[in-house]
C-alpha cells in the first residue's frame, strides 16, 4: 500500500520562535494532513516580543531552492509569505513562471505584529507588478491593503469592501482582505473575486480575547493553501480555514510560550485526537 498525500509549498521566511513564517506554515500543512514542503527566503532572529534580525537568503539560492522541490514533487498548492528584499521576490517570480505550483496564495508579509518592517520599501512595487498578479488568492491585512493602495486604512466593512475590490485591479483573481484588527465582537473578513466582483461574502467569526496570535496571518493563508491541496474550492477553503484560525486562537488562549506575544495552538487538532 502506498500513500501520496497532497503536497503545499510554503516560500517565506524562517522564524527562529516557530510561531510564524516557515514554521507556523508546515505546522499548519502538517495538522490539516498534506505534506508540506518549503523554501525559505529570509532568516529571522525573533521571539515573541520582537524581530532582533534579518538575514535574506540569495536570490539564486532561493531559485534552487524552487527547482529543486519541483523537479521532484508534484506541489499541489504554493502560498508566499515573507520575502524581505526585491531581488528575493524576482527570484520567486522567475521559479513561478519556470514551473506549475499549482493555485498561487500571495500572503503580503510588510510588517510584524511587533511592528518590524519585513518587507523593503523597493520590494513593495514589486510584490504589486509581477508577485500579485500571479496569484489566484492574495489575503492582506488592513495596514497591507492600505500600503498596496496607498490609500487610508480601512474603518468600516464598507470601508473592505471598496478596497478588497480595488485591490482586484492589480490582477489577482481573488482577494481576502482581513478585518481581524477592527473592533467589535465578530472579526470579520471580506472575500471578493474577480469572476463576481460585485458579490463580496463576509465571513464572520467570534473575537477571541488572547494575547497570543503571533503568526495569525501566515497560519491563515497556510490553512487556505492546503485546503486547496487537498481539493476545495476557493471559498471553502477560505471558510474551512477561517475556522481552523478561530480553533486555533481558541485552544492558544492557555499558552504560556515566551513573555510576548505567544503563538497560536496549530496542534490543537492532533493533540485533542
Known amino acids: 500500500m502506498t500513500i501520496s498525500p497532497p503536497i503545499a509549498l510554503t516560500i517565506a521566511g524562517s522564524d527562529s520562535s516557530g510561531g510564524a ?6 505546522k499548519t500543512f502538517t495538522a490539516l494532513g498534506v505534506y508540506g514542503a ?3 527566503a529570509a532568516l529571522t532572529a525573533q521571539n515573541t516580543q520582537g524581530v532582533a534580525g534579518v538575514l535574506p537568503v540569495p536570490p539564486d539560492f532561493i531559485a534552487l531552492q524552487i527547482d529543486a522541490v519541483a523537479g521532484d514533487f508534484k506541489v499541489a498548492a504554493t502560498k508566499t509569505g515573507m520575502l524581505g528584499e526585491a531581488a528575493a521576490v524576482e527570484a520567486v517570480c522567475d521559479g513561478l513562471e519556470r514551473h506549475d505550483l499549482g493555485p498561487l496564495i500571495v500572503d503580503p508579509v510588510m510588517v510584524a505584529t511587533s511592528g518590524d518592517l519585513l518587507l523593503a520599501p523597493e520590494a513593495i512595487a514589486l510584490v504589486k507588478l509581477r508577485l500579485i498578479s500571479k496569484a489566484a488568492l492574495i489575503t492582506p491585512n488592513l495596514a497591507e491593503a492600505a500600503k ?4 487610508r486604512m480601512a474603518v468600516s466593512l464598507e470601508d473592505m469592501e471598496l478596497q478588497a ?4 485591479a492589480l490582477g489577482c483573481e481573488a482577494v481576502l482582505l482581513k478585518g481581524g484588527h477592527m473592533t467589535g465582537d465578530e472579526a470579520i473578513d471580506v472575500l471578493v473575486g474577480r469572476t463576481t466582483p460585485d458579490a463580496a461574502l463576509k465571513l464572520a467569526a467570534p473575537r477571541i480575547a488572547t494575547r497570543n496570535t503571533h503568526g495569525t496571518g501566515c497560519t491563515l493563508a497556510a490553512a487556505i493553501t492546503a485546503y486547496l491541496a487537498l481539493g ?6 477560505v471558510g474551512l480555514a477561517k475556522r481552523y484560525l478561530s480553533s486555533a486562537l481558541a ?3 492557555a499558552f504560556t510560550i515566551g513573555h510576548g506575544r505567544g ?3 496549530h496542534m490543537h487538532q492532533i493533540r485533542r485526537r
Open 21 to 26: 513564517g516557515i514554521q507556523a506554515d508546515l
Open 38 to 40: 518549503s523554501v525559505i
Open 148 to 151: 498596496l493602495l496607498n490609500a
Open 165 to 168: 475590490r480595488d485591490l482586484l
Open 232 to 237: 476545495e474550492d476557493l471559498p471553502n477553503a
Open 251 to 253: 485552544a492558544g488562549r
Open 263 to 265: 503563538p497560536v495552538d
